[in-house]
């Protein structure tokens, strides 16, 4: 496991000072800022494949790199970390199906390996050979599942908040039976900030306290069919008995302050997985591609493609930190 945790080397007063005047500190980015960049490059299109017309975003060069999406997100809430990670991959991110109101989804007839299909159906449309795979959350799962259905398509995998199986909390199974009965989006739902308040709202620091209400405002953007389908997915899913059947690299992320997935999911994930490295960040919650956007991007990047000891492009750090540092 690496160790996040190793104390630094202790500077004195003079050192401090001479570190602090050689590297200021970088003001946070305008997360909405980051949104507009990323709206302005990169390229947009649809692959209609057998179940629902599925909306694939890219950006950048390289080795691609696919984003497996949270339960209830948008593109535009991973959009800081896939600047930074297009400067070395080749990043896509795509809609589940219900996300878009035209998508044709049909959400009753899906089931989870539909999403496992229609995975392989996208890399297969964008001729991508092998790729990186990247879970968040619930995304985590689909990740899962397709790295035990073709290994050798997957050279490495990061997965952060994941879980192999969920006991839902009584907001979870709440929404779930709203769910099946309610049009609209989450916003709709009346205890829907409370909720995300409760779970998120303590690892947004003052300093980038701003980002809350775009949180807020693009998780509500979520249909409810559509979480409601995700959520009655994972409550029939348990994925422990295939782990020992991954055999790819994986590095597990995990927040020790998240208080959605917990760290039990984690120890879980790391116990089964023959060849699983974990990092607990004891600062992130459950979103850090709001929260340490940049921390996440640069704990993928080194990882998926460590740098030779001559350094990295773009003026990068040598080989990997077994210490992040954001």
């Not at 990043?91 to 199906?97: A, F, R, W």
């Not at 035209?102 to 995975?119: N, P, Q």
């Not at 998120?200 to 389908?229: C, K, M, S």
Request: include cysteine; glycine fraction near 8%; proline fraction near 9%.
């Amino acid at each position: 496991m690496i160790d996040t945790q190793s104390p630094s080397p202790e500077l004195t007063p003079e050192a401090a000072l001479a570190e602090s005047e050689r590297k200021p500190c970088t003001p946070p980015a305008n997360y909405r800022k980051e949104v507009d960049a990323y709206d302005q490059r990169a390229k947009t299109s649809r692959w209609t494949g057998p179940r629902y017309a599925m909306t694939v975003r890219e950006l950048g060069e390289g080795p691609p790199l696919i984003l497996v999406p949270g339960v209830a997100s948008t593109y535009r809430g991973y959009a800081m970390t896939l600047n930074r990670l297009a400067d070395r991959f080749r990043t896509i991110v795509y809609d589940y199906p219900g996300d878009q109101s035209d998508d044709g989804a049909k959400l009753g007839r899906i089931s989870h390996d539909h999403l496992i299909d229609d995975l392989f159906g996208l890399i297969d449309h964008l001729n991508l050979g092998r790729v990186f795979l990247f879970g968040l959350s619930f995304g985590s799962t689909v990740t899962l599942k397709a790295l035990r259905r073709e290994p050798r398509r997957f050279p490495k995998a990061v997965i952060q908040g994941g879980f192999a199986s969920r006991r839902f909390t009584p907001a979870e199974r709440g929404v779930l039976w709203v769910g099946r009965h309610l049009k609209g989006n989450v916003s709709r739902l009346p205890w829907h900030e409370p909720i995300l308040r409760h779970n998120n709202f303590n690892h947004f620091p003052n300093i980038i306290v701003d980002r809350w209400p775009f949180y807020v405002e693009q998780n509500g953007l979520t249909p409810i069919a559509a979480l409601a389908h995700r959520l009655d997915l994972l409550a029939q899913l348990d994925l422990r008995p295939i782990l020992k059947e991954i055999p790819n690299e994986v590095l597990l992320l995990q927040g020790n302050e998240d208080r959605i997935v917990p760290r039990s999911c984690y120890e879980e994930l790391r116990a089964g997985l023959p060849k699983a490295e974990g990092v607990v960040v004891p600062i992130l919650g459950h979103q850090p591609h709001y929260t340490h956007a940049e921390l996440l991007a640069k704990m993928v990047d080194q990882y998926l493609l460590p740098c030779a000891p001559e350094g990295c492009p773009n003026g990068g750090a040598g080989s990997r930190s077994t210490e992040p540092q954001d």
